[in-house]
């Protein structure tokens, strides 16, 4: 038996029609702008190889953004992403929120300076007064005014800020948790390779300055031009800053004009009652007021930890934004269950958070790490009997003992065979393949463990028969799907745990085999996954719970590769 694959239909819940919310404004901008700078970035990373290389990767960039559908995506996308910023901004109620989201919200007002700067330099005097946007002479031109250090250190802003972005946006799927490694590696070696890059080509200007020929391409803006260029940049990044000032001002305003006229609702937590502006988030409530509140997506209405059971006052909550539809629909939450993050009540209300900080230690608010999601391979061993051998009288010590040895050996074999977060129970034990894989390895690796553990567990119970008079019925399943792995337990006893519907299903494969008197069992799923074979099996469905539609696996009494 081959085991692998993947369930995917189970958690998709497209849209009965498609939206254009502001999540997506905001990702499909900030795409285009970190394309933007990953380009520039990677043309000045060129300039380690030579000055003329480097050229001819900018005089592409060039090509690219000062075409017509170009200039249009750029600043369309600038336009919309800094729109979005002002509105966010104006929108929150107060700026406490965890740190890494206010590096990210800080690098983002700190880009179009760098942004600015660069378009007025380059395309603004391509267009106005016909310099060409070259490095020979934007590089030359820096290298003189000893301006090269401001501008490698303005390069940081929007780079720190799309890398954060990125992994906020995608950080819970699969894919790019493959991809993490070497994404983090691009993030922080690209910036380094585009500063040397600028410093190489300065030193080669610098090296061809004495021949009055190369200096022709060098030839900076004249004395009346470079004036006007600079007035025209120190206008726009003014014009920027009054804008970035006039948001903040706005919203002192807005607080002024409650409180004078007492627009304050209160919301009553189980222990707790708070008074806030109306407007405010359940959210940013809890923040302000230093109430435990799980948030881990930064309140983008993504992950749903923040959600809440609104126990009074339902008639004070607007209608859910799409945004916050589509992930309640998505968890399937009854009619009483809204979104912290998204909750902005007209009047008094009473909620209860659903997932509570205060009683998990390590998961703490907007903490990444706390939980992660994955397409991963689960392998499941259950006990289903302990079989006294003839003329045996086993007591309760015996059992206690034999089941120690047998999670001594499960666990041996799970730990050695790439298996992870492993959970152990009264009769027997689960684990997680795949967590550093992808899926096709992970599932390999258990089809491997599913193998060497019914050896070893056939060996170990004719060990225990001489030992104690018994030996153990058990079953093995493998599955693949989703699973969101997180500390579960409380106080000294959190511990790793993967839970969703793959882990599930894999346990009531066991519950199958275990009924079908077989040792081993297998998703269809796994199989194909997997490239296994699918011809001349017999698939049997197993029903999960009555909400999902059931699976198709095989039970046989040996793993047979392949």
């Known amino acids: 038996m081959a085991w692998a694959g993947l369930v995917q239909g189970s958690r998709e819940h497209p849209s009965s029609a498609f939206r254009v919310s502001r999540r997506l404004l905001r990702l499909g901008s900030g795409l285009v702008l970190f394309t933007y ?82 378009v007025v330099a380059t395309r603004m005097a391509a267009d106005l007064y016909g310099l060409a946007p070259t490095y020979s002479r934007i590089v030359w031109a820096l290298w003189l005014s000893n301006g090269e250090g401001r501008q490698l250190a303005l390069l940081a802003p929007g780079w720190i800020h799309g890398c954060l972005g990125l992994e906020l946006a995608f950080g819970r799927r699969a894919a790019w948790q493959r991809l993490r490694p070497a994404c983090f590696g691009l993030a922080v070696l690209l910036p380094v390779l585009a500063g040397l890059g600028f410093l190489a080509m300065g030193r080669e200007l610098a090296a061809l300055a004495p021949d009055p020929m190369a200096q022709l391409p060098m030839s900076p803006a004249g004395l009346a ?148 999601e994955r397409e991963v391979a689960i392998l499941r061993v259950k006990v289903v009997a302990w079989n006294p051998a003839a003329q045996a ?102 511990a790793p745990a993967a839970v969703g519907e793959a882990v599930f299903a894999a346990r009531a494969l066991c519950e199958q085999a275990a009924a079908a008197e077989k040792r081993f069992a297998i998703s269809r799923a796994a199989m194909a996954a997997a490239g296994g074979p699918d011809d001349g099996i017999d698939w049997r469905r197993v029903e999960v719970c009555a909400s999902r539609p059931p699976i198709e696996a095989m039970f046989d009494d040996q793993v047979r590769a392949g």
């Open 225 to 372: 031009q470079a004036v006007a260029i600079g007035r025209l940049r120190d206008h726009l990044l003014a014009t920027y800053l009054a804008l970035v000032a006039g948001v903040f001002v706005a919203r002192e305003v807005r607080a002024q004009v409650e409180r004078r006229r007492h627009l304050l609702l209160t919301i009553r937590y189980p222990k707790r009652r708070v008074v806030v502006p109306r407007g405010w988030t359940v959210l940013e409530a809890s923040r302000s007021f230093g109430i435990p509140h799980l948030s881990q997506c930064g309140g983008r209405a993504r992950c749903s930890t923040c959600r809440v059971r609104v126990v009074g006052g339902t008639a004070e909550c607007p209608l859910p934004t799409p945004e916050e539809r589509q992930t309640l629909d998505r968890i399937g939450a009854a009619a009483d269950v809204r979104l912290a993050c998204q909750l902005r009540p007209q009047g008094d209300i009473a909620v209860e958070p659903l997932l509570d900080a205060g009683v998990v230690d390590g998961l703490v608010d907007d903490s990444p790490q706390a939980v992660v």
């Open 37 to 118: 700078i990953t380009m520039h970035f990677t043309s000045h990373a060129l300039g380690l190889v030579s000055l003329a290389v480097a050229d001819r990767a900018l005089a592409l960039a060039v090509a690219v953004w000062h075409s017509v559908p170009g200039s249009v995506a750029l600043y369309g996308a600038a336009a919309v992403h800094v729109a979005l910023a002002f509105q966010a901004v104006y929108e929150r109620r107060t700026l406490r929120m965890p740190p890494l989201q206010a590096l990210r919200i800080a690098m983002g007002f700190g880009m179009p300076l760098l942004v600015i700067g660069h």
């Open 393 to 494: 009288h086993p007591s309760a010590h015996d059992i206690v003992y034999a089941l120690n040895q047998f999670l001594a050996s499960v666990g041996h074999v799970l730990d050695s065979g790439g298996g992870s977060h492993a959970r152990y129970d009264g009769d027997g034990a689960s684990a997680v393949f795949g967590m550093a894989k992808d899926v096709p390895t992970a599932c390999r690796q258990a089809l491997s463990a599913a193998t060497g553990l019914g050896e070893v567990l056939d060996q170990l119970n004719g060990r225990l028969e001489g030992e104690v008079g018994l030996n153990a019925a058990f079953v093995i399943a493998v599955h693949t799907g989703v699973v969101v792995i997180g500390p579960v337990g409380h106080g000294r006893a959190v």
